[in-house]
């Protein structure tokens, strides 16, 4: 991935006035030793983890009590125990703001837009808790929630940790089955349901879905319908045990909030693997963890400050949507997006970047690609100056979309492509304020993250690709999976190829700056004639084509080997002919290797993805074996499975 110098390169000042170079300053009067670049100071976080998340703690004022201990049993994974002795509210962390400064503005669609400010927030989160607490909730229920992106998503979130519940979250898109497959796991309290919520310029109502959902969660003493579309009053009236959001809280009024204060490792979220392989894991995550690893994430690699004003577009089923929550703790305002990114047009999203003064914009990678062909030029239609960074996350960022966000978008920004996982509701790798943007690279290692790629026999390899692995604990470890109770779920998902160690299934590569490539899921590498190789690498190379609006690709078992099928969606007006065949082959041959050429290329309409807009390999390479997928529920377009199975072209 070399070229002759990086895509930008940040400033004396922008690195002066980065919050992780002040934090570099303190970590060497803390450590008594220099600490000159970011390099050192990720050494020093690994080495001196007691250290390095104390300091963390300390310098992003954490509000509870740390107490004596920092680390016990260090060195087991799992096993490890951050802040054994600590007592603290996730909640109460973030809702340090006050004021009549904007916390939240949400925008649904061009349908609806609201602001709350931080008393606003407050209050609400005070009501909320008031009615909590008259139902009996108490620390360790559940409350679940099927909502859109929206403020009474994130006040219900705040009043039921604020308890000491434990959340878990989905969007109102999902089907019945996809619902209870992880509600149903969980037994939740009490849920959350919108009316409907909008979509492509659509109105969808889900009273109906909300009053099915609650026949088969039994567990539900309290169902509380927000009004989206305007009919959540006359919903509420149709469905069991259920109330409308507003006529609820109005029996309250806003009082001063309590906290209440619970162990470090206390379960705050419930999150959900995507399931597409079977019944969603639900994976535990725990406050303390959670708060910590997001205050690092926010403060030191997204360069986060009072004031700024932070969006990533996301789902309440994506662990995206609680890692943007958290920016609160940083006093920051939250831009909030439910909808389709591209109604009317792709330009919404750049249309709330420039009227809010976005400074942070997280987005997909998918996102970015449809946006350069689109041919949409953002830079020369929205005032994005704003914009001090610019994420994507959710697969690998090709190179060319590299070039086009400062082609394309801002020229002067901070680039930060970011990979971790709902796993650990955060990063692996991820950017870095004070480092140069390279073209196809992750900028580093977060802080605290032993992270190394590994050969297939467990060695560390510093050139070639391997399994990307994590070799110290850290403190955004989940607790575990629900209903596992010897850990043996856990200890599979993560644990079983290497002994003590995290491996996290992506394919990835070291470059020669310092940075990573991820080259996809491990699982679903291509291995024909024993080589392995990486999806997102065939990825980068044919949809640079303009014919080729996305592809799939899975390696078929063949002839006692593997052979490599791809799948492409074409644009509108191209034909999968010889010469787009002998094109597509000839990019990916110099583009890549010979290795990557696939033996068979098939066009189709539609490429299944899950909820959250990830194309799902596994799901196609099932179908086209002949193996069932097990949980349809998890796609987005589970009709889209069809167009894969018995195609003559495989046979």
Same mark, same amino acid.
């Given at each position: 991935?070399?070229?002759?110098?990086?895509?930008?390169?940040?400033?004396?000042?922008?690195? =002066?006035?980065?919050?992780?170079? %002040?934090? $570099?300053? /303190? +970590?060497?009067?803390?450590?008594?030793?220099?600490?000159?670049?970011? &390099?050192?100071?990720?050494?020093?976080?690994?080495?001196?983890?007691?250290?390095?998340?104390?300091?963390?703690?300390?310098?992003?004022?954490?509000?509870?009590?740390?107490?004596?201990?920092?680390?016990?049993?260090?060195?087991?994974?799992?096993?490890?125990?951050?802040?054994?002795?600590?007592?603290?509210?996730?909640?109460?962390?973030?809702?340090?703001?006050?004021?009549?400064?904007?916390?939240?503005?949400?925008?649904?669609?061009?349908?609806?837009?609201?602001?709350?400010?931080?008393?606003?927030?407050?209050?609400?989160?005070?009501?909320?808790?008031?009615?909590?607490?008259?139902?009996?909730?108490?620390?360790?229920?559940?409350?679940?929630?099927?909502?859109? =992106?929206?403020?009474?998503?994130? %006040?219900? $979130?705040? /009043? +039921?940790?604020?308890?000491?519940?434990?959340?878990?979250?989905?969007? &109102?898109?999902?089907?019945?089955?996809?619902?209870?497959?992880?509600?149903?796991?969980?037994?939740?309290?009490?849920?959350?349901?919108?009316?409907?919520?909008?979509?492509?310029?659509?109105?969808?109502?889900?009273?109906?879905?909300?009053?099915?959902?609650?026949?088969?969660?039994?567990?539900?003493?309290?169902?509380?319908?927000?009004?989206?579309?305007?009919?959540?009053?006359?919903?509420?009236?149709?469905?069991?045990?259920?109330?409308?959001?507003?006529?609820?809280?109005?029996?309250?009024?806003?009082?001063?909030?309590?906290?209440?204060?619970?162990?470090?490792?206390?379960?705050?979220?419930?999150?959900?693997?995507?399931?597409?392989?079977?019944?969603?894991?639900?994976?535990?995550?725990?406050?303390?963890?959670?708060?910590?690893?997001?205050?690092?994430?926010?403060?030191?690699?997204?360069?986060?400050?009072?004031?700024?004003?932070?969006?990533?577009?996301?789902?309440?089923?994506?662990?995206?949507?609680?890692?943007?929550?958290?920016?609160?703790?940083?006093?920051?305002?939250?831009?909030?997006?439910?909808?389709?990114?591209?109604?009317?047009?792709?330009?919404?999203?750049?249309?709330?970047?420039?009227?809010?003064?976005?400074?942070?914009?997280?987005?997909?990678?998918?996102?970015?690609?449809?946006?350069?062909?689109?041919?949409?030029?953002?830079?020369?239609?929205?005032?994005?100056?704003?914009?001090?960074?610019?994420?994507?996350?959710?697969?690998?960022?090709?190179?060319?979309?590299?070039?086009?966000?400062?082609?394309?978008?801002?020229?002067?920004?901070?680039?930060?492509?970011?990979?971790?996982?709902?796993?650990?509701?955060?990063?692996?790798?991820?950017?870095?304020?004070?480092?140069?943007?390279?073209?196809?690279?992750?900028?580093?290692?977060?802080?605290?993250?032993?992270?190394?790629?590994?050969?297939?026999?467990?060695?560390?390899?510093?050139?070639?690709?391997?399994?990307?692995?994590?070799?110290?604990?850290?403190?955004?470890?989940?607790?575990?999976?629900?209903?596992?109770?010897?850990?043996?779920?856990?200890?599979?998902?993560?644990?079983?190829?290497?002994?003590?160690?995290?491996?996290?299934?992506?394919?990835?590569?070291?470059?020669?700056?310092?940075?990573?490539?991820?080259?996809?899921?491990?699982?679903?590498?291509?291995?024909?004639?024993?080589?392995?190789?990486?999806?997102?690498?065939?990825?980068?190379?044919?949809?640079?084509?303009?014919?080729?609006?996305?592809?799939?690709?899975?390696?078929?078992?063949?002839?006692?080997?593997?052979?490599?099928?791809?799948?492409?969606?074409?644009?509108?007006?191209?034909?999968?002919?010889?010469?787009?065949?002998?094109?597509?082959?000839?990019?990916?041959?110099?583009?890549?290797?010979?290795?990557?050429?696939?033996?068979?290329?098939?066009?189709?309409?539609?490429?299944?993805?899950?909820?959250?807009?990830?194309?799902?390999?596994?799901?196609?390479?099932?179908?086209?074996?002949?193996?069932?997928?097990?949980?349809?529920?998890?796609?987005?377009?589970?009709?889209?499975?069809?167009?894969?199975?018995?195609?003559?072209?495989?046979?």
């Amino acid at each position: 991935m070399s070229q002759a110098g990086p895509l930008w390169t940040p400033s004396d000042t922008q690195k =002066n006035q980065a919050p992780v170079t %002040a934090f $570099m300053r /303190a +970590a060497e009067t803390v450590s008594g030793r220099p600490i000159g670049d970011y &390099p050192a100071l990720h050494a020093w976080s690994i080495d001196d983890r007691e250290a390095f998340w104390s300091l963390v703690w300390e310098t992003c004022g954490v509000i509870g009590e740390r107490g004596e201990r920092v680390l016990v049993d260090g060195d087991r994974m799992p096993g490890a125990a951050f802040f054994p002795d600590a007592r603290l509210n996730f909640a109460e962390n973030l809702l340090r703001g006050k004021g009549a400064g904007d916390a939240l503005v949400f925008r649904g669609e061009d349908k609806v837009e609201r602001r709350l400010s931080w008393d606003e927030l407050r209050g609400m989160v005070s009501r909320l808790q008031q009615l909590f607490r008259a139902q009996g909730l108490k620390a360790g229920d559940r409350v679940a929630a099927m909502m859109p =992106n929206m403020p009474e998503t994130i %006040a219900a $979130m705040l /009043a +039921a940790t604020s308890l000491g519940a434990v959340w878990s979250s989905c969007s &109102p898109d999902f089907g019945v089955q996809g619902v209870l497959d992880r509600f149903g796991q969980i037994e939740p309290t009490v849920f959350i349901a919108p009316d409907g919520y909008w979509y492509g310029g659509k109105a969808f109502d889900v009273a109906d879905k909300t009053a099915e959902l609650l026949t088969k969660l039994p567990s539900v003493r309290l169902a509380l319908i927000v009004d989206y579309l305007g009919t959540a009053q006359a919903a509420a009236g149709k469905i069991d045990r259920a109330q409308a959001f507003t006529a609820a809280l109005d029996a309250y009024d806003a009082a001063e909030l309590t906290f209440e204060q619970l162990p470090f490792s206390h379960p705050l979220y419930i999150l959900f693997s995507s399931g597409t392989t079977g019944i969603p894991k639900c994976i535990v995550h725990s406050a303390g963890g959670t708060l910590l690893q997001h205050l690092k994430e926010h403060r030191l690699h997204a360069g986060l400050v009072p004031g700024d004003r932070l969006f990533y577009f996301t789902t309440c089923g994506w662990m995206m949507w609680n890692w943007l929550v958290s920016g609160l703790a940083s006093e920051v305002t939250l831009l909030l997006y439910d909808g389709s990114p591209f109604h009317p047009d792709g330009n919404i999203l750049f249309d709330f970047a420039d009227a809010e003064r976005m400074t942070y914009f997280g987005t997909s990678a998918k996102f970015i690609d449809a946006v350069r062909k689109a041919g949409l030029v953002p830079m020369e239609t929205h005032d994005l100056s704003t914009v001090r960074t610019l994420s994507s996350t959710g697969s690998p960022l090709a190179p060319e979309n590299f070039e086009f966000v400062y082609r394309g978008i801002k020229k002067d920004t901070h680039l930060a492509s970011i990979s971790g996982g709902t796993d650990i509701v955060s990063c692996f790798v991820l950017g870095v304020p004070t480092l140069p943007v390279w073209i196809g690279e992750i900028q580093a290692a977060g802080l605290g993250m032993a992270v190394e790629v590994w050969d297939e026999d467990g060695r560390p390899m510093r050139e070639g690709k391997g399994e990307l692995v994590c070799t110290r604990a850290f403190p955004a470890m989940p607790i575990g999976f629900w209903n596992d109770p010897d850990g043996a779920k856990y200890h599979a998902a993560y644990f079983d190829r290497f002994d003590n160690v995290w491996c996290h299934g992506d394919f990835a590569e070291w470059t020669e700056h310092g940075g990573i490539v991820i080259h996809g899921r491990s699982d679903a590498t291509l291995n024909p004639g024993g080589v392995r190789i990486g999806t997102a690498e065939i990825y980068n190379q044919v949809e640079q084509l303009p014919e080729i609006l996305e592809a799939i690709c899975i390696g078929q078992d063949w002839e006692d080997d593997v052979r490599v099928v791809l799948f492409v969606r074409l644009a509108e007006g191209a034909v999968l002919d010889e010469a787009l065949e002998k094109t597509i082959r000839t990019k990916i041959r110099t583009g890549a290797s010979p290795r990557h050429v696939p033996a068979k290329i098939i066009a189709v309409s539609d490429i299944p993805r899950t909820k959250s807009g990830k194309i799902t390999e596994l799901a196609v390479r099932d179908i086209v074996h002949g193996r069932a997928v097990k949980n349809q529920e998890a796609l987005a377009n589970p009709e889209a499975l069809a167009l894969y199975r018995d195609l003559p072209a495989l046979r």
